[in-house]
């Protein structure tokens, strides 16, 4: 089983680079557009920084056939230090059209992408350090996510995705490349792979990232064997959110067919493995002229074998309108949605996994070990399942849209002929699901859904499986009306035959971060994940009177140096993993205090500057039946004509999530007139003396937010709207510019409506810098 396989491997470390008396010429690289022609050593002088003027790259190798590496200590610098990732251009080496090339011991820093390789058929990289190449900088805050940082891997056809995310290393319509020992960090993506063929991929590690390990678009027969891609994601805060944002530490798109993935790891990624058969494959857009897809194009015949895909964000497998893939021997643990996420999949194996503690930040019933919608022919057999939220579930929605689109049409068989068998299933008090024990609710062994009384869940097998389970804790079958389960497969019913590879390369990821397991060592800043070995700080919690910074990985040697009139305090050791805590509090009253921080230890420093308002909000939450959006003036006015709640703030923060204002501590004392969980309101109204100067104000808003500042000059008031979202929507940051002329006070209304679901309203006010 995969438990035994589990060893802990060595940090990776890159081969030493051969001597220099081989009679390699030594070739000097300081200024863009070097093309090398033979086989070389490259120096590049210490502290040079060369940038790719003109887009096409700073190195071209123009010849077949031929050995390249760095010298010892020499890197390929793109941007100064100092300069802001997300500013960063150009690409630093380019192979284009030539052959069997090896690119040997190389450092490559600061480009938008630091190698791109095109029809490079033969094309090796080694022992080579990509870090600290491109990423973008993230709006997501430790308060709430901000849905701009989603990424969009459905379309590369056109190159889109080194195009706007960059990419550490990126091979293009190529045959047969090998990538081993490639250390990547500090960067968005690790390595691309986009139409290429037979590549052999092993012994890397692409890990802290904050977009993708490995990305593999219309690729196929590959191996990818022994890599690391942990830590791969954005879009989480545990407890908060966990989103994941189509970060992955594997990613799969557009028809990659029959590769080989064994003895990876790519655990606390958004996904471990984030696979989609492609809108091509599904109908949702045309194929090249001339090509006709097979009915069951999609993402098909892959093999997942001996991978640790756990502690993901949203799923540990997510391989989604495919066929035959085989899911053997991985590790799925504590994944916060589910295990495996397989939605109009078919003929998947998925045998002799471990699946435990799955299902701990679900979304709604999509949960627990694995979860497949509309798949049929599934062999669910000889997995390990403890205490995952529900074990398996299978299920059909009237998905009308996605079920006419001819991709699917040409394959579907509805919700039929999956087998269950040879599991073992426990549950037992140890479960993570403390709001289950709370209520008394059982965890689900299995649960078949028919959400639309289609009939077409129907012919699915459970047998040979076992159950222990206290009595009470576990509710071995959760069936809807009309659905039934066979205790015993057709006789003409055949489990496919399981796969079998060997892994290339002798770096076993397996287990070497098992110190970090579990998704709190999550710790994302604006950059991306903590790699829990150099110093990181963010700033955690923000309202108008308070500001909170959190330091990972100094221990004692922390500096700080403050400027302002805000007051400063310190905790250490807080919280899992540990961290120091600074806090900046505004002195009592109403006012504005700018303030300038600076945090270091040795030669890591980072510098903020921020405002803290203290302010008197008068707040006003009501229920209604009038919709704004079609009836503003009808709802203002019956804003106090329903019973409503009234309370003074000294900030306008109020996190509901799937609550009403009846359930938040701040409306505490006026409960029982306070309006519940959805169609609610809200009024606020503050007065701040405001210097002068522009002044930038953030909402955070589910669902609908207008802000107005008055400000009267004799007896003239007027009035700015400086945000306007009056819309239904997903939690949503949005942004106005107030220009005050001069000091003074100002009022600030802000209104909000709450339709269903979700909702949160923050608002944040500081000047524009």
């Known amino acids: 089983m995969f438990h035994t396989l589990l060893t802990v491997a060595a940090s990776l470390s890159l081969a030493v680079a051969p001597g220099q008396d081989d009679d390699l010429p030594v070739i000097v690289v300081d200024r863009d557009n070097v093309a090398i022609s033979t086989s070389c050593v490259i120096s590049i002088p210490d502290g040079a920084v060369i940038a790719d003027t003109d887009g096409n790259g700073v190195i071209h190798i123009a010849a077949p056939d031929i050995t390249v590496r760095f010298a010892p200590g020499s890197v390929l610098r793109g941007n100064p230090a100092g300069r802001e990732a997300d500013a960063f251009e150009g690409i630093g080496i380019r192979v284009d059209e030539f052959s069997n090339v090896t690119l040997s011991h190389i450092s490559v820093r600061g480009y938008k992408v630091g190698v791109l390789a095109r029809k490079a058929d033969g094309l090796t990289v080694e022992d080579a350090d990509l870090s600290d190449n491109f990423r973008q900088r993230l709006k997501s805050s430790p308060q709430a996510e901000d849905v701009g940082d989603w990424l969009w891997p459905h379309t590369n056809d056109g190159q889109e995705w080194r195009a706007r995310y960059g990419a550490a290393l990126c091979i293009e319509t190529s045959s047969n490349p090998t990538v081993r020992r490639v250390l990547v960090r500090r960067g968005q993506n690790g390595i691309m792979l986009d139409r290429v063929t037979g590549a052999r991929v092993y012994d890397n590690d692409c890990s802290f990232l904050s977009g993708w390990g490995l990305a593999m678009w219309r690729t196929s027969e590959s191996t990818i064997s022994n890599n690391a891609f942990d830590f791969c994601i954005r879009g989480h805060v545990e407890g908060v959110y966990n989103r994941g944002q189509d970060s992955a530490g594997i990613l799969m798109f557009e028809q990659c067919n029959s590769n080989v993935l064994v ?169 993570p699901f403390a709001d289950a024990r709370q209520r008394g609710q059982p965890l689900v062994i299995v649960q078949l859904r ?17 159950l222990a389970a206290p009595e009470g804790l576990a509710a071995e079958f959760l ?128 510098e903020w500057s921020g405002t803290l308002i203290r302010a008197s909000w008068e707040v006003i939450a009501f229920p209604w039946a009038v919709d704004p959006r079609e009836n503003l003036e009808q709802w ?131 000047p524009e810098w």
């Not at 991985?330 to 994944?335: D, F």
């Not at 963010?538 to 805000?566: K, M, N, P, Q, W």
């Not at 501590?665 to 007065?687: E, H, K, L, N, W």
């Not at 004799?714 to 819309?727: M, P, Y």
């Open 636 to 766: 203002r006015k019956d804003r106090l004509r329903v019973p409503h709640a009234a309370i003074s703030m000294d900030e306008l923060k109020l996190d509901f999530r799937n609550r009403g204002p009846r359930d938040m501590p701040q409306f505490a004392q006026v409960r029982a007139v306070a309006p519940g969980a959805d169609r609610f309101g809200i009024s606020a109204v503050a007065t701040i003396n405001l210097p002068k100067g522009v002044w930038r104000f953030t909402t955070l808003s589910d669902d609908g937010v207008s802000v107005r500042v008055k400000h009267r000059t004799g007896d003239t008031v007027t009035t700015t709207t400086v945000i306007e979202n009056w819309t239904w929507h997903a939690p949503t940051r949005d942004v106005g510019l107030y220009n005050h002329t001069q000091d003074g006070p100002v009022t600030i209304e802000v209104e909000y409506f709450e339709i269903d679901g979700y909702a949160v309203l923050k608002l944040d006010i500081e």
């Open 263 to 431: 003895t990876n790891s790519a655990t606390h990624g958004g996904d471990g493995f984030f696979g989609f058969a492609g809108k091509e494959a599904i109908g949702d857009a045309p194929p090249p002229a001339g090509v006709t897809l097979p009915p069951d194009a999609g993402c098909n015949d892959n093999l997942l074998l001996n991978n640790d895909f756990s502690y993901a964000a949203a799923h540990g497998i997510e391989l989604t309108f495919s066929a035959r893939n085989q899911f053997i021997a991985n590790r799925l643990v504590e994944n916060a949605i589910c295990g495996v996420w397989g939605g109009y999949s078919n003929d998947t194996l998925i045998a002799r996994n471990t699946f435990e503690g799955n299902g701990g930040m679900a979304y709604g019933l999509e949960r627990g070990g694995v979860n497949i919608e509309h798949g049929s022919g599934n062999w669910i057999i000889q997995n390990t399942f403890t205490n995952n939220r529900c074990a398996i579930h299978l299920w059909w929605d009237n998905d009308a849209a996605l079920l006419a689109k001819p991709g699917i049409l040409s394959r579907y068989r509805g919700v039929t002929g999956n087998i269950i068998r040879d599991n073992e299933f426990t549950v037992n008090d140890l479960h």
């Open 479 to 606: 069936l809807d009306e009309g659905i039934s389960l066979l205790d015993a497969a057709p006789s003409d019913a055949s489990a496919p035959h399981e796969r079998s590879a060997s892994a290339l390369g002798a770096t076993n990821p397996l287990g070497a971060r098992a110190h970090l397991a579990g998704r709190a060592n999550i710790i994302m800043d604006d950059w991306g994940p903590w790699d829990h070995a150099s110093p990181m700080a963010r700033l955690a919690e923000r309202s108008g009177t308070r500001h909170i910074y959190e330091v990972f990985g100094v221990g004692e040697d922390l500096r700080t140096e403050l400027t302002g009139t805000v007051r400063l305090t310190t905790e250490k050791g807080v919280g899992t993993p540990p961290r120091t805590r600074v806090i900046l509090e505004s002195p009592e009253g109403s006012d504005v205090h700018p303030y300038a921080l600076t945090l270091s230890a040795g030669d890591w420093q980072r």
């Open 450 to 466: 028919d959400a639309g009384r289609s009939g077409r869940v129907t012919g699915n097998v459970y047998a040979h499986n076992t």
